[in-house]
Structure formats: C-alpha cells, structure tokens
C-alpha cells in the first residue's frame, strides 16, 4: 500500500527541484525535515500557504528543521509560481523561494508517498495532490504526518508548535498536553515510575487528583 505510517524511513527519492536534483537522504543530512505537498501551482489556498510557510522558514530553521515542497508542475511553473508567492507577501517577485519546491509532474512521488486526494481533480479528471505534512527526525524516521484535504488550507503556526512538542518529547519523558505552548507545563509519561519522575524532574511533579483516586495526570514544568 503507498503512503508512509509513523516510524517508517523516509524513501531515499530522487527528485528534480527549484535548488535542483535532490536525493532524499542527503538532502535531509543529520536535520529534522518537514515535507508538505500542495495540490497544484497558481492556485490560491497553495499561494497563501508557501507564503506563510517562507515566512516561517528563519522559525524552522532555528529549530534545525529543513524544509521541502511538493507540487504536481514543473520546475519552470514552479519558479514562476514563486515570484506570485513572493509578491503575496509583499516582496520583490523574485523566484527564490527559503527552500526547494518538488517537481512531480508526472505524479510518481505523490503516489508513492499516499498524497492524492481522490475528490479534487484537474481539467483532464487527474486527482490533485492533497495538502499533507510529513515531519521526520535526524533518524529520517516519520514522527507526524497530517492529512489534509485539498480545499483546506493548513495552520503554520500549529505545524511549527507540533514540531517544538515532537522536539521536546524525542528527548524527555514528557507528553504535551492538549493545547500545549512552549513555556507551558508538560505531563509525565505513563510508564515512568513516581520515584522516578522525582528524580528526572528536580522541579517538582504534581498531581492533580480525580474522582478516580488514580494518579496519572502527573505535570512537571517544562524541563530545559
Ligand atoms: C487552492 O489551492 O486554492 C486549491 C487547490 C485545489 C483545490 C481547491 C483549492
């Protein structure tokens, strides 16, 4: 079945782009990476979202992840389409854009990777891509894929927020809880022991007690 599932390796593709001929892996290095695709060039919601997401480009940057896109046109539509994306956010309409956009004309990639979306399709009846998000870490393992459909366009700012929880919790035992914030106080994973959790969380643990009588909704602050 195409499509990738949480903890698969990234395929090792090779792909035209806008930065030209890329393998996968290589271009991933030891980085986290954040690959979203888009639908098609020229067209709105897509123009508002690379916008946004060259925008974000110096957040994910500090936050060592790379980024790429995908769009079923060509490089040349591609580098045009990125002077329309740059005037949108009130810059000069150059065709540099903070990162490669994929070339998958013929569809190949997308296929593969599970991103067509079956209820959108082109002029010749074609299905479109949809709008999906793949984040993998350094291990080129995916840690979080969304799916969205083509006619709704994604939240940069959550994608970001999403990676400082995937950050965070690759390297401490802790969850985030819903509507979590960096700065806000994280929960404890169930499977570590209290004695445990008092000795990884020198700021303290607290529990917030239930009808239940059981102790799981265990917080700590954030650690450093
Ligand atoms: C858009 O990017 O605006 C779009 C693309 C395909 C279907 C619907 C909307």
Redesign the pocket.
């Known amino acids: 079945m195409p499509g990738l599932l949480l903890g698969d390796e990234a395929p090792n593709f090779e792909a035209e782009t806008t930065q030209g001929r890329i393998r996968f892996h290589d271009f991933l290095g030891d980085s986290w990476g954040i690959l979203f695709s ?3 060039d020229f ?7 690379l916008g946004r997401a060259a925008k974000l480009a110096t957040e994910f940057s500090k936050r060592n992840v790379k980024m790429i896109a995908l769009s079923i046109d060509s490089v040349q539509d591609h580098l045009s389409w990125s002077k329309d994306i740059n005037a949108y956010n009130g810059e000069q309409p150059e065709e540099k854009l903070p990162f490669p956009i994929i070339a998958d004309a013929n569809r190949e990639l997308a296929v593969k990777l599970g991103m067509l ?1 079956p209820d ?1 399709r082109d002029k010749d009846g074609m299905p ?1 891509t949809a709008r999906v998000v793949f984040v993998f870490g350094p291990d080129k393992k995916l840690k979080l894929s969304i799916l969205y ?3 709704t ?1 994604r939240n940069f700012d959550e994608i970001l927020r999403v990676v400082d929880s995937l950050q965070l919790t690759a390297y401490k035992k802790v969850a985030t809880p819903v509507d979590w914030k960096p700065g806000d106080s994280v929960m404890v994973v169930p499977t570590l022991p209290d004695e445990e959790a008092k000795k990884l969380f020198p700021k303290g643990v607290f529990t917030k007690d239930l009808p239940s009588g059981k102790k799981y909704l265990r917080y700590t602050p954030q650690p450093e």
């Not at 067209?43 to 979202?49: K, Y």
Request: aromatic share 0%.
């Open positions: 888009h639908p098609r067209t709105p919601v897509c123009t508002t979202e979306d959108e479109l459909p083509a006619t366009g």
